[in-house]
C-alpha cells in the first residue's frame, strides 16, 4: 500500500500537469514598415522569450498559404504555462523590445493552450 505523502506527490503531480498545460504564443505580422527596427525588436525579444522558458517552435514566412491563407510572418513559442507566457510578456526584457519595435508593425498576437 502506497504511503500518504506518496500519493499525496503524486496526486500534486497529476494536478500541477493539469493545471499548467503548455501555451503556444502565435504572432502574425500583418505588415511591418521598419525592418531595422523589427530586427532590433527580434534581437531583444528572443532573449526575453528565452529567459522566460519560452522555446521557439517556428518562424517566418509561410512557405505554402492555402484556403484564406495571407502570406504573412508568423512566430510560434511555446512555454509551459499561461502564467509563463504572460510574464514574459510584462517582463522588463520584452517591454524594451516593445520599445525597439514601436509602431512598425502592425501584429495579431494569441496565446493558444495545447491540446
Do not use: T
Not at 525579444?45 to 517566418?60: D, E, L, P, R, Y
Not at 484556403?67 to 511555446?78: P, T
Not at 510574464?87 to 523590445?97: E, K, L, P, T, V
Amino acid at each position: 500500500m502506497l504511503g500518504g505523502a506518496l500519493l499525496n506527490g503524486v496526486f500534486n503531480i497529476i494536478l500541477e500537469g493539469i493545471l499548467m498545460s503548455k501555451v503556444y504564443w502565435v504572432s502574425v505580422y500583418q505588415s511591418v514598415s521598419n525592418l531595422e527596427a523589427l530586427a532590433a525588436y527580434a534581437k531583444l525579444a528572443v532573449i526575453a522569450m528565452q529567459a522566460n522558458g519560452g522555446v521557439f517552435i517556428a518562424k517566418g514566412d509561410p512557405v505554402k498559404v492555402i484556403e484564406a491563407g495571407l502570406q504573412q510572418r508568423v512566430v510560434l513559442i511555446e512555454f509551459e504555462s499561461l502564467e509563463k507566457a504572460l510574464a514574459a510578456y510584462h517582463s522588463d526584457g520584452y517591454q524594451a523590445a516593445l520599445k525597439a519595435l514601436g509602431n512598425s508593425a502592425v501584429r495579431d498576437i494569441r496565446i493558444i493552450e495545447a491540446s
